[in-house]
């Protein structure tokens, strides 16, 4: 199954860095040395799939909207980040582009699921490099 999930998502990325992707966006991702191959797809021992739900259905057969729906999976992600990283787990969000309908039929989810984030999970590689990014500091984003 990871197997052919890296299968999707490496062949839209493909696409992604050469086609959809802007000059300036690829650019800005090379600090972060990635590109469309995503080995950790098949080295991490576990990948989680995060599908927000868009909408449901009422018993009479009428879409039910679900309000929010982006930003409560959002938060849910980021408590579970949280309790993967107090479990001594490491994981990276991954959102590939133009992935979700493709992943969606592999597992079987229904229309009304999008996918929001993947998660692969695991211990972290004996070389794993965090990339130092710099925050801003707190006078450029504080207002009083």
């Not at 199954?1 to 999707?8: D, L, N, S, W």
């Not at 990325?13 to 950790?40: A, V």
Request: proline share 5%; aromatic share 6%; charged share 25%.
């Amino acid at each position: 199954m990871k197997k052919q999930i890296r299968e999707i998502i490496e062949a839209e990325e493909y696409t992604n860095y050469q086609q959809r992707m802007s000059k300036q966006w690829t650019t800005d991702l090379l600090p972060l040395r990635t590109t469309y191959i995503k080995e950790y797809l098949t080295e991490a021992p576990y990948i989680i799939l995060v599908f927000k739900q868009t909408y449901g259905m009422r018993a009479d057969g009428q879409r039910k909207t679900h309000y929010y729906n982006e930003i409560s999976c959002s938060i849910s992600v980021g408590i579970l980040l949280c309790a993967l990283q107090a479990a001594g787990l490491s994981s990276l969000t991954t959102t590939p582009l133009n992935c979700g309908p493709a992943l969606r039929a592999l597992l079987n989810r229904p229309s009304n699921e999008k996918l929001l984030v993947l998660l692969p999970v695991g211990l972290a590689a004996d070389d794993c490099e965090v990339p130092n990014l710099k925050r801003k500091k707190l006078e450029e984003i504080l207002q009083i």
